[in-house]
Nanobody, 123 residues
Framework: QVQLVESGGGLVQAGGSLRLSCAASGRTSSSYTMGWFRQAPGKERDFVAAVNRSGSTKYEDSVKGRFTISRDSAKSTVSLQMNSLKPEDTAVYYC?????????????????WGQGTQVTVSS
């Protein structure tokens, strides 16, 4: 089992920045692929970014150049630095983990989930 706890959400003006963090605990969590997803009201849960144990990353097109995912395996944490935020980035952001190096972008491929953290970007 892997437990995930997100932090760092909040309210920010358009153009601002936020940094989300996800603390992972449990067996072999440092070897897992970690991802961030987001879900806006009335919408499906969408892929944002992922990083595997080798440091390879993948991003959803709309966040490329604005968001950066990183991990600290020694601390079992993964972060999402979000810059140039837009109102359309408003959503609940979820941290997810899967026991495989593949950088999948669909929620169904991830086994473990955090409780989510709200990000609200005002215009």
């Amino acid at each position: 089992q892997v437990q995930l706890v997100e932090s760092g959400g909040g309210l920010v003006q358009a153009g601002g920045s936020l940094r989300l963090s996800c603390a992972a605990s449990g067996r072999t969590s440092s070897s897992y692929t970690m991802g961030w997803f987001r879900q806006a009201p009335g919408k499906e849960r969408d892929f944002v970014a992922a990083v595997n144990r080798s440091g390879s990353t993948k991003y959803e097109d709309s966040v490329k150049g604005r968001f950066t995912i990183s991990r600290d395996s020694a601390k079992s944490t993964v972060s999402l630095q979000m810059n140039s935020l837009k109102p359309e980035d408003t959503a609940v952001y979820y941290c997810a983990a899967r026991a495989n190096v593949a950088l999948f972008t669909t929620p169904e491929k991830y086994e473990y989930w955090g409780q989510g953290t709200q990000v609200t970007v005002s215009s």
